[in-house]
């Protein structure tokens, strides 16, 4: 097992291996259950964890609006980032749909078989190894998060099934429910990120400045753990509407993110630049988890949330 302290979450050691991963994520009894099959993943490697938790929302995508199941085996990302300069369109001909443009920041692009893409207001279901998809445009030049394959995806009238109806996509919450289930990956990241930090302390290497710093990292992921489950059993009793879903998986998101940046600076300042100089894998796996927890949008959704919470009643125990 693979948890912190207190193990608030229970975070299972999970193998890295994909098609065991995705076995574990179909099995998946409820939210909770894939949330921390995510975190697992996440404590022990983000890239794998980064394209579990894609194709765990896709899953969820194809349920909800009524797509086809996935195939046995295949791997499936979900692919809606836009840029000025990048975009996708789609056309209806008299052989059905199309996607013609540009899909950025497309991870799994050198893996996925399949891919849930955003065109306009609707989502489109494409299988990747049709030779007019072509990947590989603007590869990744940064050391965090390398081996997620996330290039630029180019797309050249490529056949496309429509996934629900127009505006169904963002319009459910569904959408807010995967939104938190990539905090549940940040949370898995940070619990491996504390490793040489609870090792030091068990060692009996460790002072008392060392422990009040586990003592910080234990709080904060305890929190962090704590709202994540709350999640979990709101997502599955299906209750709340889009913009309360929306609320919650703000302050999802906000808290986990407190609670890695807690992590890591409570952890360098404890252990100091060993770790970082001498452990090739906590190194990689926190340079990983600095850049997967910048898909936060930081005090632009601190922004959001706090315009939803004026206007919404205060929070109670």
Do not use: K, N
Request: proline share 6%; aromatic share 4%; net charge negative.
């Amino acid at each position: 097992m693979i948890a912190h302290p207190s193990a608030v979450l229970e975070v299972h050691s999970v193998p890295v291996g994909l098609s065991e991963v995705l076995d574990d994520l179909a099995a998946a009894p409820d939210t909770l259950g894939t949330w921390r099959t995510l975190a697992g993943i996440g404590a022990r490697d983000l890239v794998a964890a980064r394209l579990a938790e894609a194709h765990a929302d896709a899953l969820g995508i194809l349920r909800q609006l009524g797509g086809e199941p996935p195939a046995p085996g295949s791997l499936w990302g979900v692919w809606a980032a836009r840029t000025q300069d990048a975009v996708v369109t789609a056309e209806h001909g008299a052989e059905g749909w199309t996607l013609h443009g540009a899909s950025p920041w497309s991870s799994g692009s050198d893996r996925c078989t399949d891919a849930l893409v955003a065109a306009g207001d609707r989502l489109f279901a494409v299988r990747l190894g049709d030779p007019s998809v072509v990947p590989g445009e603007d590869p990744w030049r940064g050391l965090g998060m390398a081996g997620a394959g996330t290039t630029t995806v180019r797309f050249h009238a490529t056949p496309a099934r429509p996934v629900g109806g127009p505006g169904d996509y963002l319009d459910r919450p569904g959408f807010w429910w995967g939104a938190a289930g990539v905090a549940a990956v940040w949370f898995g990241g940070a619990v491996g990120a504390a490793t040489p930090l609870r090792d030091r302390i068990r060692s009996g290497r460790g002072d008392a400045h060392d422990a009040a710093h586990l003592g910080t990292v234990d709080a904060a992921l305890g929190a962090a753990a704590a709202v994540l489950r709350e999640a979990a059993a709101a997502a599955d009793a299906g209750r709340e509407d889009t913009d309360t879903a929306r609320r919650r998986a703000l302050v999802v998101r906000a808290t986990v993110e407190h609670a890695v940046e807690t992590t890591l600076r409570s952890t360098g300042r404890a252990t100091g630049p060993t770790p970082l100089a001498r452990d090739a894998r906590h190194a990689r796996h926190v340079a990983d988890l600095e850049v997967y927890v910048r898909q936060s949008h930081a005090e632009r959704d601190l922004a959001t949330l706090g315009g939803l919470a004026a206007t919404a009643p205060a929070v109670s125990l």
